[in-house]
């Protein structure tokens, strides 16, 4: 083999060594895999359900704005605990109460006649729980993965992700369609059961002896701490932006039936991950990119642009192109991300500002399909995709040029980056 080409497959290929490394990483990383694949497939479930419920698009979009309230008050109240209590706790206890709402839309789905309020009621508090717990999981990848590594570790768990949401989707779609949304619901509360055996296998992740109590003045603190770094308020702006103008998953019902092929809604849902699963297993490149701040520009300036151009999709297999086209583009930009908060945030901060952080990557998704919804209601599916991403390309370069310390930063000379590096050295020495 040319000496060049195994140059290039070194760099391409995946690091593996958080996985070899960490034995708590890899039982989350295992959990993760499994309750990600149950958890897509009631996405599907959700919506697919309401369509037939209800058939409106004003029904399905607000399903995500029902879930907006309680991720706000969740994710930042997650992040305060997330530094005050035990993390592993906090974890498990969720995935229990996760359990039983996922448990609490099968039984809804058996019923003869199942009741629409329950979908919006169980869809809120389940994002409530999983809001209280994902700043203890962001948190808990910076006490078990080396500092070094954690580049690696985002590349990692973005393809995790990625493979559930690869597969779970078009499994949600064969099993919706062909035998209701109960065994959905019924494969997502199995996935919950065996995730709650390895999550209970993770050591006691205790708080630091100094640390803070949950409250509104540890709350206030971090968000202090983010408005006053403009590289993170970077991270979070440009984020929502692209979710808010460019999300649009609650229109793949729709456009599966306008395009004639609703056998293939399972595989709309897969699309974006088929593409950011590209991404992460050639993403070895990006562990080595030391301006990630100009990275997230350009990556979710390409994923407005890749959304707009599904509004000129003539037929299904165009537009899962596009749409595979934009989730590469948004995994990098999360890679990028990632990396930037877990090299430079303080860890006695990491899970307050994990809980700011889970309110930029969730709250733009869930506003973004309401906005999908409701352009679509004015002016048709295409409409509302290809005037989103446009929005979308406008406010990410706007907000580059409002954000330069964001634009130029540098992981070789961030004061952030390099006093985070030394203090996890001193730590480990």
């Known amino acids: 083999m040319p000496d060049g080409l195994k140059r290039l497959l070194r760099h391409l290929s995946i690091d593996l060594s958080p996985l070899r490394d960490s034995r708590d990483y890899r039982l989350l990383f295992s959990s993760g895999v499994i309750t990600m694949f149950g958890t897509l497939i009631t996405m599907v479930a959700v919506p697919y359900q309401m369509k037939q419920l ?6 399905v979009g607000l399903v995500s704005l029902a879930e907006f309230v309680p991720m706000v008050v969740c994710g930042l109240w997650g992040g305060a605990i997330a530094d005050a209590l035990d993390r592993r706790k906090i974890i498990v206890l969720s995935e229990l109460g996760l359990l039983v709402t996922s448990a609490a839309l099968m039984v809804n789905a058996l019923l003869p006649s199942p009741q629409v309020w329950v979908l919006y009621v169980m869809g809120a508090i389940s994002t409530g729980i999983s809001c209280l717990q994902r700043p203890s999981l962001e948190a808990v990848f910076q006490q078990v993965v080396k500092h070094e ?4 570790a985002a590349v990692l768990s973005s393809m995790r992700w990625n493979f559930g949401a690869i597969v779970a989707p078009a499994l949600g779609g064969l099993l919706v369609t062909a035998y209701g949304s109960a065994a959905a619901y019924g494969v997502d ?7 709650l055996a390895l999550l209970w296998r993770i050591r006691s992740l205790p708080p630091a002896e100094d640390a803070a109590p949950a409250s509104l003045k540890s709350l206030v603190e971090g968000v202090r701490y983010a408005a006053g770094r403009s590289d993170l308020m970077g991270t979070y702006l440009v984020d929502i932006a692209a979710m808010v103008f460019a999300m649009a998953t609650s229109l793949f019902p729709f456009l599966a039936d306008e395009l004639r092929a609703p056998q293939a809604l399972g595989l709309l849902y897969s699309a974006a991950a088929v593409g ?4 992460s297993l050639t993403g070895a490149w990006a562990a080595r990119v030391q301006r990630q701040g100009l990275g997230v520009i350009v990556a979710a300036t390409l994923w407005g642009a890749a959304v707009a151009l599904c509004a000129l999709a003539p037929n299904v297999w165009v537009l899962v192109v596009c749409i595979a086209l934009a989730g590469a583009a948004d995994m990098v930009s999360g890679i990028f991300r990632m990396t930037m908060w877990n090299q430079t945030i303080p860890q006695e901060l990491r899970g307050r500002l994990a809980g700011i952080e889970l309110l930029s990557y969730a709250s733009g998704p869930m506003l973004g399909n309401a906005r999908a919804s409701l352009m ?3 002016g048709g599916t295409r409409f509302s995709l290809g005037s989103g991403g446009l929005l979308c390309v406008a406010a ?32 480990a020495a």
């Open 276 to 279: 950011a699963l590209i991404a």
């Open 376 to 378: 679509a209601n004015v």
């Open 54 to 59: 209800t058939d409106s698009y004003v029904a």
């Open 149 to 152: 590594q954690q580049a690696a």
């Open 189 to 195: 509360t199995l996935s919950f059961v065996l995730s």
């Open 396 to 427: 990410v370069l706007g907000l580059a040029a409002a954000l330069p310390k964001f634009r130029r930063y540098d992981a070789r000379t961030d004061e952030h980056a390099l006093a985070e590096k030394a203090r996890r050295e001193a730590a």
